[in-house]
């Protein structure tokens, strides 16, 4: 007790208590850099709702390249599709079973490895599907070591390029956009590849969200105070509204049975 009374300064369990401490923001290792969402072109839907309007591409377009008479000009038209289809916001841009990217690519827009793992020849083959002016490939980070894998052993290791102050492998000039959300089976180790065109005005692949949310805190999220309870504990609604659309088939393709993994013995 008669130590108690000649302390002239606190205990250092109650000077932490006082001092100001040095924060973080709180750390969350699942986030990711969300590539795709950075490259995406992004369209504003006000109703919430997008129709896509397709013509019949079965009916040939008559045209003519010389008119030097006075003959009638040949007439056509194109019908527009009777059911178009429409997207409506959510927010599973990959995975969702109705809209997301992988669920959405046509069957004619589909190939498969010719090994397992997956070489320059297989992403050759995807660009023949997306030839016109592709965009990115997406694809598991552990797919696209695979690919510098096989690149390697045939001495032609990819170049890089710099996005957003970040390398990313290229194939043909295109970058090669690591994402985790394109799983890896884990029962054999296999993977997929996306292709993608990006922009509405290439008719490719184009994200969509709603402006002007209560609460929003960049596009498509939205953050609310919903009050304090009884319990004096604050609540809030998160609410994300986002989609993606493939305006032609031709704006996406896929390449399946990825394995992941090969691995070489270099001497």
């Known amino acids: 007790m008669a130590e108690e009374t000649r302390r002239a300064s606190l205990r250092e369990e109650a000077a ?8 973080t923001p709180p750390q969350f290792g ?34 003519i390249c010389e008119h030097a008479d006075e003959s009638p000009l040949v007439s056509t038209y194109v019908e527009y599709l ?8 959510s927010s599973e841009l990959i995975n ?15 190939l498969k490895t010719r090994k397992g793992p997956p070489t320059p020849d297989d992403l050759d083959e995807l660009l023949t599907k997306v030839w016109k002016e592709p965009s990115l490939f997406l694809a598991h980070p552990r797919a696209i070591a695979a690919f510098g894998r096989e690149c390697t052993r045939r001495g032609v290791p990819p170049p890089t390029v710099t996005l957003f ?8 000039g295109i970058p090669l956009v690591p ?28 994200g969509l969200f709603q402006p002007g949310l209560p609460g929003e805190q960049s596009p498509g999220l939205s953050v609310r ?3 304090i309870d009884e319990r004096a504990l604050a609540s809030y609604l998160v609410s994300l509204y986002c989609s993606a659309a493939v305006l032609t088939d ?15 013995e270099y001497l």
Do not use: C
């Open 165 to 172: 102050g970040t390398p990313f492998l290229t194939w043909r």
């Open 179 to 206: 994402s985790d959300k394109i799983a890896v089976r884990s029962k054999d180790q296999t993977s997929k590849i996306l292709l993608l065109r990006v922009g509405e005005k290439k008719q490719g692949v184009v």
């Open 30 to 63: 699942a986030i990711t850099p969300r590539w795709l969402v950075r490259l995406l072109d992004w369209k504003p839907l006000e109703s919430g709702t997008l129709r896509v309007n397709k013509v019949d591409e079965g009916k040939a377009i008559e045209s």
């Open 16 to 23: 932490f208590q006082l001092a100001n401490v040095t924060k």
């Open 225 to 227: 105070f919903m009050g």
């Open 96 to 110: 969702n079973a109705e809209y997301g990217l992988l669920h959405n690519v046509a069957a004619s827009q589909k």
């Open 250 to 264: 031709d704006a996406i393709a896929l390449l399946e049975d990825v394995a992941v993994g090969h691995y070489h």
């Open 82 to 89: 009777d059911k178009p289809r429409e997207y409506r916001l």
